[in-house]
């Protein structure tokens, strides 16, 4: 078993896991796909049916991270690529054409097409929808919501330790309802 007496956390405060641990894991599954029993697992590794289980499940975890991360890379390169190409399109002079000769306006000058512009924001717009989807940008923030019990106590402490202030100072606290 190894030791995890010394872990290091995330900024999140969850524990990082070390190289044996996970090596650890690896072998719980391994065990796991031999037909193991979760009880068979813990007595081979010298832990608990429970801890078997979750090793387990992480190593599972494991296995199912890394194909996706690689995935995930792969979609974004593709992102990137056409967000390239739909810049490319964007910074080019498009020309309008009709019945396959070009356009010109009354002074004699080709006339610019704004379609394919338009059409390249389109584009670059829905591609970066698509990449923010991917890297989970546009996900819900974890807001903290304080039960109202709490504030409530928060008041009442703050209203005695002012309440001792004033009295330590020699200053009557004001009576509700006086007008200060």
Do not use: C
Request: proline residues 6%; hydrophobic residues 40%.
């Amino acid at each position: 078993m190894p030791d995890v007496s010394a872990r290091n956390r995330t900024s999140q405060g969850r524990f990082i896991r070390g190289k044996d641990e996970i090596e650890h894991d690896a072998e719980a599954a391994r065990l796991r796909g031999e037909g193991l029993s979760y009880a068979a697992i813990g007595k081979r590794l010298g832990i608990s049916k429970s801890h078997a289980w979750e090793a387990v499940q992480r190593a599972f975890r494991d296995t199912l991270r890394e194909p996706a991360d690689q995935a995930r890379a792969v979609e974004l390169a593709r992102l990137e690529a056409a967000h390239d190409a739909a810049m490319a399109v964007l910074e080019r002079e498009h020309l309008a054409i009709s019945h396959g000769r070009v356009v010109e306006g009354p002074d004699g000058t080709p006339l610019v097409d704004d379609a394919p512009i338009l059409q390249a924001i389109n584009t670059i717009m829905r591609l970066s929808e698509s990449r923010r989807r991917l890297l989970g940008l546009d996900a819900p923030q974890r807001t903290e919501v304080i039960p109202i019990s709490v504030i409530d106590e928060e008041i009442r402490l703050l209203t005695d330790e002012l309440a001792a202030f004033d009295d330590a100072a020699g200053t009557p606290p004001p009576t509700e309802g006086a007008p200060d």
